[in-house]
């Protein structure tokens, strides 16, 4: 049972890795605690939102550009409809960071963005309220990506090209000896050249079985589907969209073929251990509430809750994603702390996790998320 290459997570990041890792050559096995694509971690929910004039920080937008190129190539290989251009409406007042950021990205990347104020986005959007104080910034080729589907294809895609795929095994221990790595489940012992861990919250405990502490915190998340008047709000006619306001940061979906207005809220949420039962949607006082009343200023023509759901944010403290090499082994890459902004980047993330293990380097600039801007809690 020995492999060129172990993945330890198999959701968003690592089943891109395992595809281009298999497509490349390498024997590979993929390895999860459940059977991706799941409702377990952080991938589930039918919807991501992919943006390109990135409010946090223009170090994303070269990532970004390649994850969309590379979300396009899949859905051609795949034949599935992976991403929907709804456009994306970005909200808040001028002067915030998150503002700037949009405005000043998209024209150091010539990115098509249209600012307006607030009037005029609730004459284009006649279901969006917005105060004066806000503006908009609109992104008419970005959209929506479907998470389920994205692994689904990966998957498909990478066992098609020999990659293994192990469902439904909780890694018990990990230990590297020079370049060989060594994995024990309950069932088995696994051997490989290398090895690459992408999972998610439970990250944390399983690189502490490689002597790292890195400062992961997994996060009680719920979103919610509300009917909706549907000539309003449908995905022919209303943007994916992110509010930051004073209440909190609030991000969401057009109905898509009548699945009612999907909304969330990204600041926020309750730490958790992820090994144990997470309290569903509407089990804690306020799960409902603070969403209603973030449509009921913003978006008053919705209804009723449909249902909603709970999932999980991994967060580092500066909600910057970790990508990097284990700084003892050269054969361990890791890819975690996507803080509830990293979905979108999973093509790009996964390419880059194949690159580091096949040839110690990547072209791609990970520099900002390496793991040492961490040293002093290591």
């Not at 330890?8 to 096995?29: D, E, H, N, P, V």
């Not at 605690?33 to 971690?41: A, E, L, Q, Y």
């Not at 999907?262 to 603070?290: C, M, Q, S, T, Y």
Request: proline share 4%; with cysteine; charged share 20%.
């Amino acid at each position: 049972m020995h492999y060129d290459v172990i993945v330890i997570g198999a959701g968003s990041m690592g089943m891109a890795a395992g595809y281009f890792l298999a497509k490349s050559g390498k024997r590979t096995l993929l390895l999860d605690s459940f059977n991706p694509p799941h409702n377990k971690g952080s991938h589930h929910g039918d919807t991501r939102i992919i943006r390109y004039a990135y409010g946090e920080g223009e170090e994303y937008v070269p990532l970004v550009l390649k994850a969309q190129e590379l979300w396009n190539d899949l859905e051609k290989v795949s034949g599935k409809q992976l991403f929907l251009q709804t456009g994306v409406l970005n909200v808040g007042s001028e002067q915030t960071d998150f503002i700037q950021n949009i405005i000043s990205s998209s024209k150091t990347y010539s990115l098509p963005l249209e600012v307006m104020g607030a009037s005029e986005v609730n004459k284009r959007w006649p279901g969006i309220s917005l105060p004066d104080e806000y503006i908009g910034c609109f992104e008419p080729t970005s959209g929506v990506l479907k998470p389920e589907e994205c692994i689904s294809a990966y998957r498909e895609l990478a066992e098609m090209h020999g990659a293994s795929i192990l469902t439904n095994s909780k890694v018990k221990e990990i230990s590297v000896q020079q370049n060989l790595v060594t994995i024990k489940t309950a069932e088995q012992t696994l051997t490989s050249d290398g090895l690459i861990v992408s999972a998610g919250a439970w990250s944390g405990s399983l690189l502490s079985m490689l002597g790292l502490e890195l400062p992961l915190n997994p996060v009680r998340k719920t979103f919610a589907w509300f009917d909706a008047n549907e000539s309003l709000y449908n995905h022919h006619r209303f943007p994916a969209f992110a509010f930051e306001t004073a209440e909190g940061l609030y991000y969401g979906f057009p109905s898509i073929d009548g699945s009612g207005l999907k909304v969330g809220r990204h600041d926020g949420g309750e730490n958790i251990n992820p090994d144990e039962d997470i309290l569903g949607f509407g089990e804690l006082e306020g799960d409902e509430a603070d969403l209603k009343q973030f449509l009921n200023q913003y978006m008053p023509h919705t209804q009723q809750l449909k249902y909603g759901k709970t999932c999980i944010y991994t967060l580092t403290p500066d909600e910057d994603f970790i990508i990097d090499v284990h700084p003892s082994y050269s054969n361990v890459a890791i890819a975690s702390g996507f803080s509830g902004h990293g979905f979108k980047f999973s093509s790009v993330v996964g390419l880059i996790l194949s690159e580091l293990i096949i040839t110690g380097k990547t072209e791609h600039d990970v520099s900002p998320f390496s793991m040492n801007r961490f040293e002093k809690r290591i």
